[in-house]
């Protein structure tokens, strides 16, 4: 990646967090729009937007970006009441960013489809409030207005210029490290300068290369309109230009040596602030002083050594990098099994060796626990974009709610963030579009309150995160469902069903039973969906409901994906895990509560519910060391098909263990999700129960 | 250079020759341009096509220049330049 490259990758990254501030901060507005602050917060991140979007060429960001920016301005200083027409052009103009930002990306040569109307909308907004014409308001182009930050503080250019230099030179001391020189190079080049082969950017290109930062300034003030002007004759009377670097004072005014003496000056600034003020003393003389004036707080130069951007206590890593250290780690952690459950290690008769080995399993275990936090971040980003798929949609079905957020800083592993967000909003709009009662009338008629109420919750549990979505509307009519199953042959009708499993058919693909389809849900393409890609992240969704009631939406998820907790179990000589989270019970049955139902196999009796038993050593084509039920143990396991009882012959433990992928060639074996290194340097395979249920169909189909 | 109706999209890094050869295009067409657009990561290495570009921009106010209007770019090769200017 080239250096503009890196840097515009920085711009993309920053923006896009920016975007997704605003995104939160508009709607949080549009709740209170007297918040005078928020709204001086949305307009600085506006600004930054702005003028980072022109500098990297996204100009139809730029330009659309700069308008709203004038709207956010006037209402800011007037603190006008925001009328409510006015208010949604405002909110929509942060989704038509929001696009826009998409379109400059991918290079989309159309813009989105509200773009011409909502910047219509704007620039008539500001014409009207600003009381000029609306043609006026497009001449009025922004060179204007941006130049004339001089104007309106009654500053000369010059003097604005020389502002801007200092402030440059202020930002210059808060990133200075120890042993950098903070220069400042004016230039004042004749009017041949050109034609003798010397260009500002020339010099500037030269310093760069040995700068840790540099800013340049020109001064346009005397350039002159076409008829006075011509390109090769030098008008740009005055630059300065400010920089970091390790390079001597001599070494410095050695660039410049073809230059006249009178066309440049080097200075060397202090470290230190003494005052600051908008006009400046006039630079008269080439020196070398480097006079130190002391600050106040500090007492000396190099107390402001170390690099600080700003008073924020965060960094930003590249996530490769984390992911890099999260894979040492999971080595780490193996090793020192290896160490722990060595036979030969275990036999050494030291105590001190046994107090180190149990130190260095604590020790491990601080550095997996303290990496594996550093991918947890809390879910509050996640569910902010919620509120605004709850208000979007709250307005598409006209139906008023009110949304109760908790547990915002319920803590989830950073790679499944983005993996979350659109099951959610599918759950989201079901809720709101089918769960709610259709009208407000049908609410009150059942002595509910006009407002639906739906409640986003985030919380722990037994090593997962559970993420539930909570209406008080209609509830799912289970009999319906259970109709429509039926209908589709998804069941048969016989099987003894819990509520939760009943429930849990909507999921199925194509299944809806909604009597009107919206653009919004109801088409039964999305709970599969949903379903889908829940178990991508190796959770589940449970379904509650209680008709009349409510339904609740429970995403069960792991709270990472790179570690498992899992039960060890060992059939025909190979060791094998079962995900925890998956396992119900395990247990030795009972001969009597075994039975063999005519071509479907055998099945166990387990608290009134009938379980087929799924033998390990035949789905994996192993040497059984047990051929009876009684004889090995069965592992009671949820699937999304219901509960099943895996047959294995021996349990061997539980543990955590970093989960390896299996490469392509066998990512294809829809039984096996991934695999272990285990402490003792053996492998074990991770069963993926759900299509160990399909494959025992098949095979019973077969037979 | 690459004129498409009365937008004209040049690149940043042109030599001064460059720069002479396109301000001796513009000049007689001036008013028939309503819009200079740079090309997309193109790297400016030259102060005068800066000059040139407000001097443009004075000889005809409507005229649209994206660049110019920003009042500021970011180049890896040159760092950060800003232009100051009053209408």
């Given at each position: 990646?080239?250096?503009?490259?890196q840097?515009?990758?920085i711009?993309?990254?920053?923006?896009?967090?920016?975007?997704?501030?605003?995104?939160v901060?508009?709607l949080?507005?549009?709740?209170?729009?007297?918040d005078?602050?928020l709204?001086?917060?949305?307009?600085?991140?506006?600004?930054?937007?702005?003028?980072?979007?022109?500098?990297?060429?996204?100009?139809?960001?730029?330009?659309?970006?700069?308008?709203?920016?004038?709207?956010?301005?006037?209402?800011?200083n007037?603190?006008e009441?925001?009328?409510?027409?006015?208010l949604?052009?405002?909110?929509?103009?942060?989704?038509?960013?929001k696009?826009?930002?998409?379109?400059?990306?991918?290079?989309?040569?159309?813009?989105?489809?509200?773009?011409?109307?909502?910047?219509?909308?704007?620039?008539?907004?500001?014409?009207?409030?600003?009381?000029k014409?609306f043609?006026?308001?497009q001449?009025q182009?922004?060179?204007?207005?941006?130049?004339?930050?001089?104007?309106?503080?009654?500053?000369?250019?010059?003097?604005?210029?020389?502002?801007?230099?200092?402030?440059?030179?202020?930002?210059?001391?808060?990133?200075?490290?120890v042993?950098?020189?903070?220069?400042?190079?004016?230039?004042?080049f004749?009017s041949?300068?050109?034609?003798?082969?010397?260009?500002?950017?020339i010099?500037?290109?030269?310093?760069?290369?040995?700068?840790?930062?540099?800013?340049?300034?020109?001064?346009?003030e005397?350039?002159?309109?076409?008829?006075?002007?011509?390109s090769?004759?030098?008008?740009i009377?005055?630059?300065?230009?400010?920089?970091?670097?390790?390079?001597?004072?001599?070494?410095m005014?050695?660039?410049?040596?073809?230059?006249?003496?009178?066309?440049?000056?080097?200075?060397?600034?202090?470290?230190?602030?003494?005052?600051?003020?908008?006009?400046?003393?006039?630079?008269?003389?080439?020196?070398?002083?480097?006079?130190?004036?002391?600050?106040?707080?500090?007492?000396?130069?190099?107390?402001?050594s170390?690099?600080?951007?700003s008073?924020?206590?965060?960094i930003?890593?590249?996530?490769?990098?984390?992911?890099?250290?999260?894979?040492?780690?999971?080595?780490?952690?193996?090793?020192?099994?290896?160490?722990?459950?060595?036979?030969?290690?275990?036999?050494?008769?030291d105590?001190?060796?046994?107090?180190?080995?149990?130190t260095?399993?604590?020790?491990?275990?601080?550095?997996?626990?303290?990496?594996m936090?550093?991918?947890?971040?809390a879910?509050?980003?996640?569910?902010?974009?919620?509120k605004?798929?709850?208000?979007?949609t709250?307005?598409?079905?006209?139906?008023?709610?009110?949304?109760?957020?908790?547990?915002?800083?319920?803590?989830?592993?950073?790679?499944?963030?983005?993996?979350?967000?659109?099951?959610?909003?599918?759950?989201?709009?079901?809720?709101?579009?089918?769960?709610?009662?259709?009208?407000?009338?049908?609410?009150?008629?059942?002595?509910?309150?006009?407002?639906?109420n739906?409640?986003?919750?985030?919380?722990?549990?037994?090593g997962?995160?559970?993420?539930?979505?909570?209406?008080?509307?209609?509830?799912?009519?289970?009999?319906?469902?259970?109709?429509?199953?039926?209908?589709?042959?998804?069941v048969?009708?016989?099987?003894?069903?819990?509520d939760?499993?009943i429930?849990?058919?909507?999921?199925?693909?194509g299944?809806?039973?909604?009597?009107?389809?919206?653009?919004l849900?109801?088409?039964?393409?999305?709970?599969?969906?949903?379903?889908t890609?829940?178990?991508?992240?190796?959770?589940?969704?449970?379904?509650?409901?209680t008709?009349?009631?409510?339904?609740?939406?429970?995403?069960?998820?792991?709270?990472?994906?790179?570690?498992?907790?899992?039960?060890?179990?060992?059939?025909?000589?190979?060791?094998?895990?079962i995900?925890?989270?998956?396992?119900?019970?395990?247990?030795?049955?009972e001969?009597?509560?075994?039975?063999?139902?005519?071509?479907?196999?055998?099945?166990?009796?387990?608290?009134?519910?009938?379980?087929?038993?799924?033998?390990?050593?035949?789905?994996?084509?192993?040497?059984?060391?047990k051929?009876?039920?009684?004889?090995?143990?069965?592992?009671c396991v949820?699937?999304?098909?219901?509960?099943?009882?895996?047959?294995?012959?021996?349990?061997?433990?539980?543990q955590?263990?970093?989960?390896?992928?299996l490469?392509?060639?066998?990512?294809?074996?829809?039984?096996?999700?991934?695999?272990?290194?285990?402490?003792?340097?053996?492998?074990?395979?991770?069963?993926?129960?759900?299509?160990?249920?399909?494959?025992?169909?098949?095979?019973?189909?077969g037979? | 250079?690459?004129?498409?109706?009365?937008?004209?999209t040049?690149?940043?890094?042109?030599?001064?020759?460059?720069?002479l050869?396109f301000?001796?295009?513009?000049?007689?067409?001036?008013?028939?341009?309503?819009?200079?657009?740079?090309?997309?990561?193109?790297?400016?290495?030259?102060?005068?096509?800066?000059?040139?570009?407000?001097?443009?921009?004075?000889?005809?106010?409507e005229?649209?220049?994206?660049?110019?209007?920003?009042e500021?770019?970011?180049f890896?090769?040159?760092?950060?330049?800003h232009?100051?200017?009053?209408?």
């Amino acid at each position: 990646m080239t250096k503009q490259e890196q840097v515009k990758s920085i711009f993309i990254e920053e923006a896009g967090e920016i975007i997704e501030k605003l995104d939160v901060n508009i709607l949080c507005f549009e709740e209170n729009s007297t918040d005078f602050n928020l709204l001086n917060e949305i307009f600085r991140g506006v600004h930054t937007l702005k003028g980072n979007a022109n500098a990297f060429g996204f100009t139809r960001l730029g330009e659309f970006v700069h308008h709203f920016e004038d709207v956010l301005d006037y209402y800011r200083n007037s603190k006008e009441q925001i009328e409510d027409e006015h208010l949604d052009l405002i909110v929509n103009s942060v989704d038509v960013i929001k696009e826009v930002m998409i379109c400059e990306l991918d290079a989309l040569p159309q813009l989105p489809h509200d773009y011409s109307v909502c910047l219509h909308g704007i620039k008539v907004l500001i014409a009207s409030k600003t009381g000029k014409s609306f043609e006026g308001v497009q001449e009025q182009n922004p060179p204007t207005d941006l130049s004339d930050l001089a104007s309106e503080f009654g500053l000369s250019l010059s003097e604005k210029f020389e502002n801007d230099v200092l402030q440059s030179i202020e930002r210059m001391r808060q990133i200075r490290e120890v042993g950098m020189v903070l220069y400042r190079v004016d230039l004042t080049f004749d009017s041949d300068s050109y034609k003798r082969g010397f260009d500002h950017l020339i010099f500037i290109t030269l310093l760069a290369e040995k700068a840790k930062a540099i800013e340049s300034f020109f001064n346009l003030e005397y350039v002159a309109p076409l008829h006075n002007f011509t390109s090769d004759e030098n008008q740009i009377k005055k630059s300065s230009i400010v920089l970091l670097s390790l390079e001597s004072i001599e070494a410095m005014n050695e660039n410049f040596e073809f230059l006249f003496d009178h066309e440049y000056n080097v200075q060397v600034l202090p470290v230190e602030i003494v005052a600051t003020s908008l006009a400046t003393e006039p630079l008269e003389e080439k020196t070398t002083k480097e006079s130190v004036a002391v600050a106040p707080k500090n007492t000396s130069p190099e107390s402001s050594s170390v690099l600080t951007h700003s008073a924020k206590s965060t960094i930003r890593i590249d996530t490769y990098k984390l992911d890099e250290l999260f894979d040492s780690v999971g080595e780490l952690v193996i090793a020192q099994n290896f160490i722990a459950q060595n036979e030969k290690i275990r036999s050494i008769e030291d105590e001190s060796i046994k107090r180190t080995i149990e130190t260095l399993s604590k020790i491990t275990k601080r550095i997996q626990d303290r990496v594996m936090s550093l991918r947890m971040v809390a879910i509050r980003d996640t569910f902010d974009k919620m509120k605004r798929v709850v208000r979007d949609t709250s307005k598409k079905t006209g139906k008023a709610l009110h949304l109760t957020v908790l547990g915002e800083e319920t803590e989830i592993d950073k790679t499944m963030i983005d993996s979350l967000s659109d099951p959610l909003i599918h759950i989201i709009r079901n809720a709101i579009d089918h769960g709610l009662e259709a009208n407000q009338q049908e609410r009150v008629a059942v002595g509910k309150n006009i407002e639906g109420n739906l409640t986003l919750r985030a919380y722990h549990k037994s090593g997962s995160i559970v993420i539930s979505v909570s209406d008080d509307g209609r509830g799912i009519n289970k009999d319906k469902v259970l109709q429509k199953a039926i209908e589709r042959g998804v069941v048969t009708g016989d099987e003894n069903l819990t509520d939760s499993q009943i429930f849990a058919l909507i999921m199925q693909p194509g299944f809806s039973t909604a009597d009107a389809i919206s653009d919004l849900s109801g088409r039964g393409v999305g709970l599969d969906v949903v379903k889908t890609s829940i178990e991508k992240l190796r959770g589940k969704i449970e379904i509650e409901s209680t008709p009349g009631k409510g339904t609740t939406f429970s995403m069960v998820l792991p709270l990472t994906l790179a570690i498992i907790d899992g039960m060890l179990v060992e059939s025909g000589g190979e060791i094998y895990i079962i995900p925890t989270l998956s396992v119900v019970e395990s247990f030795r049955p009972e001969k009597e509560i075994v039975h063999v139902l005519k071509e479907k196999g055998q099945f166990v009796s387990l608290r009134g519910q009938h379980l087929p038993i799924i033998r390990l050593s035949d789905i994996f084509n192993l040497p059984a060391k047990k051929t009876e039920p009684w004889e090995g143990i069965l592992v009671c396991v949820e699937t999304e098909s219901g509960r099943i009882a895996i047959m294995v012959d021996e349990l061997v433990g539980r543990q955590q263990v970093v989960i390896k992928p299996l490469g392509k060639a066998l990512a294809k074996l829809k039984e096996i999700s991934g695999g272990a290194i285990l402490g003792s340097g053996d492998i074990a395979l991770i069963l993926n129960v759900d299509a160990i249920r399909t494959q025992e169909e098949v095979i019973h189909a077969g037979s | 250079m690459q004129l498409d109706g009365d937008i004209i999209t040049i690149d940043l890094s042109m030599s001064l020759e460059d720069i002479l050869n396109f301000e001796d295009f513009v000049r007689p067409r001036l008013e028939y341009i309503q819009r200079i657009e740079v090309e997309h990561g193109s790297v400016l290495k030259s102060s005068a096509l800066l000059a040139l570009l407000w001097s443009l921009k004075q000889s005809k106010q409507e005229l649209n220049i994206p660049f110019l209007e920003q009042e500021k770019a970011i180049f890896s090769q040159s760092g950060t330049l800003h232009w100051i200017y009053v209408n």
